[in-house]
């Protein structure tokens, strides 16, 4: 599935990219414009960046899981508050964007 049109990145490239910074790092904080940097790939509209965010949620769920269940514990606990937050902080602004203007 292609997730970013602008730089034709696909859903696999993207979870792949997300689980080698982690393996780095498990504990580091992955953001799109990271995960950009280390594709050599730049945000050009940046209308996927909401999807990259819910692909780099759900991949660094998958990844912990597969840790330690002391550790797996409070990042789920931390992931939820951040979900929490996206729906209240989240839908409020809708990107800053009317839906008529979108390109896709």
């Known amino acids: 599935m292609l997730v970013c049109q602008c730089n034709m990145i696909t859903q696999k490239e993207l979870e792949e990219t997300i689980v080698s ?3 780095e790092d498990p504990w580091q904080l992955v953001v799109p414009a990271k995960v950009y940097h280390t594709m050599s790939k730049r945000g050009r509209c940046c209308g996927c960046f ?6 780099i949620i759900h991949v660094t769920e998958a990844y912990h899981a597969r840790l330690d269940a002391a550790q797996n514990a409070a990042t789920v606990t931390y992931l939820d508050q951040v979900r929490a937050l996206r729906e209240r902080f989240g839908r409020k602004f809708n990107e800053r964007r009317q839906k ?4 896709a």
């Not at 909401?50 to 692909?55: I, L, Q, R, S, Y």
């Not at 008529?100 to 390109?103: F, L, N, S, Y």
């Open 21 to 23: 910074m982690l393996d």
């Open 50 to 55: 909401p999807n990259v965010v819910e692909t």
């Open 100 to 103: 008529g203007h979108r390109a």
